[in-house]
């Protein structure tokens, strides 16, 4: 069993940044898959970003290279993504997700390979 909780949202101009924290408790922090995950009004729940607790691999989806970047601190079993350059696009609820280490260290993005998720966090960016 894991437990996260998110914090770390809130509202920002276009261009601004803000991160995010995933705070885990209730199981070792070591060989899983980590995820930051986000759902807009109306939308589909879809990957952001991802990191292999145990060897630090990442994966970004398309919208997020080069602006985000998902970063541990296993000493503290906190996750955390660090967004830059947002715009009103990112505007969102941002959720924390856990799961099983996948195949080869590669954490995926599809949200059906995590188990555990936080409440989620809101993001809001205006033009």
């Known amino acids: 069993q894991v437990q996260l909780v998110e914090s770390g949202g809130g509202s920002v101009q276009a261009g601004g940044s803000l991160r995010l924290s995933c705070a885990a408790s209730?199981?070792?922090?070591?060989?899983?898959?980590m995820g930051w995950f986000r759902q807009a009004p109306g939308k589909e729940r879809e990957g952001v970003a991802a990191?292999?607790?145990?060897?630090?691999?990442?994966n970004y989806a398309d919208s997020a290279k080069g602006r985000f970047t998902i970063s541990q601190d296993n000493a503290k079993n906190t996750l955390y993504l660090q967004m830059n350059s947002l715009n009103p696009e990112d505007t969102a609820i941002y959720y924390c997700?856990?799961?099983?280490?996948?195949?080869?260290?590669?954490?995926?993005?599809?949200?059906?390979?995590?188990?555990?998720w936080g409440q989620g966090t809101q993001v809001t960016v205006s033009s």
């Open positions: 990191i292999y607790t145990f060897g630090g691999n990442t």
């Open positions: 209730g199981s070792p922090y070591s060989r899983r898959c």
């Open positions: 997700a856990a799961g099983a280490a996948h195949y080869g260290g590669n954490c995926r993005l599809g949200d059906d390979l995590y188990d555990y």
